[in-house]
């Protein structure tokens, strides 16, 4: 069993380093956004859950999703992989000077307020195609892609409200059409997810996700940002085993789950 304690990008290292999902992971949540820990119910303090690890070992499966761009190998994803405007935004939260005095506040969060706003004002829609599943669908003026195992992203939004951990499917968000004013609207009610009542959103279903845009665009993985035109995501129907300290055995309890 390997442990990890850190963010979801440690934990999307750590998945990636192990490649076996024969290994259970055990995680305990130490970073800034935890979305993975929203998404499987962990709460706590780090000694707690520790302790309970020890004592317990709850496990649980998880179906990751692997992806794959024009110059990456196959890689797997623990939260979301996101094509267009949510990448932008993550990138410039990811390099932006106001990174460390928010965390040094504890207003870690604030870092997307502060990147959508700024973006909002730079980013330029593309023309994209998606096939889902063999079924081609050509989108103009997109904003964005989004592929989830769960439905929380970008410390705590619920960017896929309906989003379950289950094996070989996943649910896949795009926003097109849509002016600047009224995508800054749309992520206001992102936290509370009744951004999906929006015309511009759709939502399908899907166990494999091909994109290609006309030029580069920035994708986010886990809130690491590139840049491609091609990619493919699958789910993975193999679980991988991931030990912790989860509220009330949340995978007999939890809607997320199937």
């Known amino acids: 069993m390997h442990h990890c304690c850190g963010g979801d990008g440690t934990l999307h290292e ?19 956004g935890n979305d993975f820990a929203r998404g499987v119910q962990i709460k706590g303090n780090e000694k707690r859950m520790f302790e309970h690890i020890i004592q317990y070992g709850v496990t ?4 990751c999703g692997t992806y794959a761009a024009e110059e990456t190998g196959s890689r797997q994803f623990v939260n979301s992989i996101g094509f267009g405007f949510d990448a932008e935004i993550a990138k410039y939260a990811n390099t932006s000077k106001h990174k460390n005095w928010l965390r040094f506040f504890r207003l870690d969060s604030f870092r997307y307020v502060f990147a959508l706003i700024h ?27 989004t592929v989830a195992n769960h439905p929380y992203y970008g410390g705590g939004m619920k960017i896929i409200p309906h989003a379950k951990i289950e094996p ?24 509370t997810g009744k951004h999906l009542s929006f015309k511009e ?11 290609h845009s006309e030029s580069k665009v920035q994708y986010q993985v886990d809130g690491q940002t590139d840049s491609c035109m091609y ?6 129907s193999d679980a991988t085993h991931i030990v912790g300290d ?13």
């Open 168 to 191: 070989e499917i996943f649910p896949v968000l795009v926003i097109h059409g849509i002016s600047k004013w009224k995508i800054l609207a749309l992520f206001v009610t992102v936290f």
């Open 201 to 211: 959103v759709d939502c399908h279903m899907a166990s494999k996700v091909e994109f």
């Open 246 to 258: 989860f509220d009330g055995h949340m995978l007999e309890k939890s809607s997320y789950f199937r």
């Open 231 to 236: 990619g493919v995501v699958e789910k993975n």
């Open 60 to 63: 649980i499966p998880y179906w």
């Open 14 to 32: 750590v998945i990636n380093g192990v490649g076996n999902n024969n290994i259970s992971v055990a995680f305990i949540p130490g970073g800034s």
């Open 119 to 145: 973006i909002l004002f730079h980013f330029k829609p593309f023309n994209a195609t998606l096939t889902l599943d063999g079924r081609r669908q050509d989108i103009q003026s997109c904003w964005m892609v």
